[in-house]
């Protein structure tokens, strides 16, 4: 992946979004011709219901400085954000982003027990945005009419209907931030952006003479975290490369970070995963199977190693889900030997005391790094040679290439030296403070 479509070119994008997704889950097979607009209708009923049930938020400070742009949860997309604001600036007043994921009362409940007992919660739309934006959500329909109709790809309805809403809401927010925010300095930091929605809010504050901040909260995957903010700062220097080529970003960058001392491991293999997961589009077509077959992999290539402690850290999101897909697969770990992470929340302090740890493509392999470990990637065969997660001198793809890194990384010179070659093309960055993001803000103002 070389380049990516223009960020003002929104349709271009969110179709060129769709597709990579797809072809990450297997499964190409795109939408009808012609479906655009019976999609388009699933979409403003969605956009209507939104704007008519939706509660009104809190007023927007008339003075406010510094504003956050959140999705109004508590998730990975969320949490780091959320965790800043706690400690450094907790009267910042907060953007929800999308459509409504909790209710306000229990979002501030939850806020509170982060450590944001009084943020002000701002709904950028209301219906008289929505009234306003009507006419630019019918060019951008017809916009995505003319695309979808010329595009070698359509997603299926339901993604379709999707990225029309997204559009729809943009264009509402927009409008909701021309009739209400006033002109002049801002700085508004974004835990999540690069779709529709969240890529229209931007333009219209920075229209506003704001200045956008995206601080991603993840590893990469390319298409899924292009975006037009003044500033991108990311989880890794690889990540920050790659987004300055793709482009979109005024600045692409990350904190340099020095390398820790090198862990010397111990007993046992722990596995690190994220593929029981919502957003992983294969999880949502054949549910628990990749990540039982992940485990029976893992669980053969013990053996062939003669490795009997074997532990599994899933990702958190695993608690949330439905019980019969929480049991199917804990039943399945457990009958193969895995006993579970045992240590609560998501600290990884002492997964450096493991002899191996195999992680999934994921952020937390970019942790391991951070602490002085070096994990074995496994799966991720079509992981875009450029990705931050590519980098990683060790990947696995099959029970004997994991017997086999396991063996190599049992000798103490070869260790030390994979982990030199993992920091370099790397390059973990260092959790940045406020004062950190603000002043590279101010270095990408200044070109």
Known sequence: MTGAPAVDDLWALELAKARHAAQGAGDEAGGAAGGFWPAALLGLAAWARTILTTPRGDPLPANASLLAALHGELSNRTRHLIGLLAREAPGTPILLLGRPQLPLPALRQALAKEGLPGASLVRPFDLAAALAAAPAILRRLNDGARATRQASWRPP????????????????????????????????????????????????????????IHWVHGVSLGLNFVAGSDLGLF???????????????????ALPLPAPDQATGGEGWLLLSNLVHPMNPRFRRDGVAGEAALLEQVAAAAAIAGQTRLV?????????LPAEVRDAIEARAAALGFSRWPHQGGDLARAKDFQLVLSTPSTVAIDMLRLGGLPLIVGGEDLDPMSAIAQFPLRAGTIEEIAAAARRLSDPAERSDLFAQAWAAVAPAAPPTLADILGLAARAADG
């Not at 220097?237 to 600045?251: I, M, N, P």
Request: charged content about 20%; glycine content about 12%; overall charge positive.
């Open 312 to 320: 599994w850290k899933p990702h958190p999101i695993l608690r949330t």
């Open 235 to 253: 989880q890794c220097g690889a990540d920050a490369r790659w987004h300055q080529a793709l482009g979109g970003y005024g600045l692409a960058a």
């Open 157 to 212: 309805p339901r993604e379709l209907a999707a990225i029309c809403f997204r559009m729809m809401l943009g264009e509402t927010q927009a409008a909701w931030i021309r009739r209400t925010l006033g002109v002049g300095p801002r700085t508004v930091i974004f835990g999540h952006t690069g779709v529709a929605d969240s890529h229209l809010l931007e333009r219209a504050l920075q229209a506003r003479g704001a200045r956008t």
